[in-house]
């Protein structure tokens, strides 16, 4: 275990991995509910500012359509707009300290009505500053999305270089300069390798790493997925 190391996950927000699950609310999505998405984005800007929102105000149960909720749900964890993990990633979590972090059972449903309530949903509010910027740089990445319209998102790659303050407070959190990322201290990164957790379907967490000694580093370039 090395305490000047922090993990990263950016599995939740993959778009290519996740299962397509959506809030939803009495059976519909927020596709056809457009109030359910705005609801979403509000909530994860009040979560970038720090603030931690209410587990009333998230989304009691997500819907898919065409899969099989009991059989075809196995990631430990995956998202969109909300991030879901697993009950026995959530189990391991619990062993640290996860300061202002909200993890609370959800159903997940298909159009079918099978159930899966295997998953929690889960929200931070702890946030603060973790790339160091006079050593490194996030990757910038332009996202094109099926309706033609992009989005220009900040993430972070192994190469990066962390702030020495990033290693003091909770075991969990994000960094509001950087996008659609989940931070982890080494001892819960560590503890959620040991159970299993970064292997399986796409990498599972997908777990990397981000040292806070070490040379800078060279720019990163901007991609597009």
């Known amino acids: 275990m090395d305490e000047r190391i922090i993990w990263f996950s950016q599995r ?8 397509n699950y959506l809030p939803a609310k009495d059976g519909q999505t927020e596709v056809e509910v457009p109030e359910l998405r705005d ?3 509000e909530r994860g800007r009040r979560l970038e500012r720090g603030e931690l929102v ?15 909720a009991s059989k075809k749900l196995g990631m430990p964890i ?23 972090t909200i993890l609370k059972p959800v159903t997940m449903r298909s159009e ?3 159930i899966n309530e295997d998953y929690l949903l889960l ?7 973790t ?18 319209l992009t989005s220009r998102d900040t993430l972070v790659h192994p190469g990066v270089m962390a702030l020495p303050s ?4 909770p075991d969990l959190w994000t960094d509001p300069q950087v996008s659609r990322t989940l931070f982890l201290s080494d001892p819960l990164a560590q503890a959620l390798i040991e159970a299993g957790f970064n292997k399986g379907r796409l990498g599972g967490m997908a777990l990397k790493q981000v040292r806070v000694d070490g040379p800078a580093v060279q720019s990163a370039n901007e991609e597009t997925i």
């Open 166 to 169: 990033a290693l003091e407070g």
């Open 131 to 148: 790339i160091d910027d006079a050593r490194s740089e996030p990757v910038f990445v332009t996202a094109v999305r099926r309706s033609m």
């Open 54 to 68: 209410p587990a009333e105000e998230f989304p009691d149960e997500f819907c898919i359509r065409r899969r099989d």
């Open 123 to 129: 929200a931070t509010a702890n946030n603060r500053p």
């Open 12 to 19: 939740a927000y993959d778009h290519y991995g996740h299962p």
């Open 78 to 100: 995956f998202g969109l707009n909300e991030v879901c993990v697993r009950k026995d990633v959530a189990d391991v979590m619990r062993g640290f300290d996860l300061g202002r």
């Open 112 to 114: 079918r009505g099978e």
């Open 39 to 41: 609801a979403a984005i």
